[in-house]
């Protein structure tokens, strides 16, 4: 189980990397991490608190 956790990871990093190198600023990018524990998306929360706020 820990192995598929890291690689995971290692696919949401690249995803990350990608968008960096796109020109996409970090603060910008959102991310949840699933948990059997956790109803909540708080990365989700906040993206769209940003969408609806004007900059």
Do not use: F, W
């Not at 995971?8 to 600023?25: N, R």
């Amino acid at each position: 189980m820990e192995h598929n956790l890291h690689a995971g990871s290692q696919v949401l990093d690249l995803q990350i990397d990608a968008l960096m190198a796109e020109g996409i600023e970090e603060n910008h990018i959102y991310q949840d991490h699933a948990s059997g524990k956790q109803d909540g998306r708080p990365g989700l929360d906040a993206c769209l608190k940003a969408l609806r706020t004007p900059e």
